[in-house]
């Protein structure tokens, strides 16, 4: 068998299931879950950014300026259950973390607090839940995205503004995950583009 699944429930549930993949003959881990492992905060946003966010991201006011993680609900919340998983499955670094509910692009390289590598980390956007393009208002959220990815030094890149899916391609020895955009949600006619390819090799970060 060339790759492995493994489901698990982030920061709450049973972290031990991991474990068990020494009894698996695999050479990918693949671990699908709903929120990001990535340690993710934000640079600090100026007046014109907290003046224009949507509703439901009013909170961002409160942890401006002081570092805080951009979402305690996902591992940046629980990261004693964060390290305690990454410790865990120190027998591979072959491992991709795939986190579904983000609204976001993102892909990142993860490490334990020791900055010991343990796989690579790609989250997918939403196709019609709003994301970071709505919740900043009307702003151009590019200027955004590079500053995240620059004060997050594992995070390799980010898109705030297109809705889409991403695929992954696994072979035995290497690997391609492709973001996809779509340019309507409101159609049952729309155009796709690519908005970033990923090659994924054993052992090594995603650049």
Known sequence: MGRGLVYFNSGRGDISVPLALSSFHVFWNVFGQ????????????PSEVLDNLSPQATFLKYINNLNLPYNTDAWDGYP????RFLNSINTSSNNIFLAGDTHNCWAGNIANNSGIFKGVEFGTPSVSSPGGSE????????PLEKAVTKINKDLVWTNFRNRGYLTLKLKQNSGQVSFIGVNTVKNKIFERSVLRTFSLNPKEKII
């Open 80 to 83: 004693a259950d964060r390290e």
């Open 34 to 45: 709903q929120v990001l492992i990535s340690k993710v905060v934000l640079p600090p946003l």
């Open 135 to 142: 919740e900043f208002g009307e702003l151009d959220v590019r």
